[in-house]
């Protein structure tokens, strides 16, 4: 992951070029301030100028914008996610930190650019992240932070989408399938699901449980909507 990378991909009949962009140490900060990025001070996700084509900014250009491409948080940075936001991927580093504000969520809409979805080796500082995944093809998925904290809520929704843990994950609040598969196994090993909340499975929505241990609220059975399975924490 040093210096610039890009990757092509046929989207809407042409082909668009992706680059990943790599978080910066200093800049905007969720406040609004400006200065360096710190665990009081996070940076404003959003910001594209808080995403540069290089690893240390010495070349290269910022982001124009976040969507269609890959975001890396790096090691020793701090972002914070404090409106919707659309982009291709996300990989939070090693030692990189991730925040979030409940009221808002992180959109991967990619189009079968990548294998890795969204993968959070580093912290996250809090458990308001929302994740929706509304790409096609199929990924990745890893949401298991170096910390103790967890996603508050994950949602598939795309038919054409078959993503796979790749490695344990609790989810905090809901977890939400509404169309696509979510799948437990990646090659021969099962990986564990926690939803400590609700899990609603819509029709045409998969969950597929291959091994491992799996935990759902209190386990409480609802099948009051038509269409759809709930399992409700009560």
Known sequence: ?????????????????????????????ADGGTGSGSSGDPLNFATVTNWHSHTDGSSGADASSLTGHDLVIQSGHYMKLVSNVTTDSLDVLSGGHLAADNSYQLTLAGSDGGDDIILINGELDDENLNVVITRSGTGHIDLDASNSNNIRRLTINHASFAGNLTANATISDNLYITAGTLGTKEGSTSYNLTVEKDLKVSNGGVLNCEGGTHSIGNGYLSTTEAGSCWVEDG
């Open 1 to 29: 992951r040093n210096g610039w990378r890009t990757r092509s991909n046929f989207k809407f009949g042409r082909w668009c070029i992706m680059t990943t962009y790599y978080s910066k140490a200093s800049g905007t900060q």
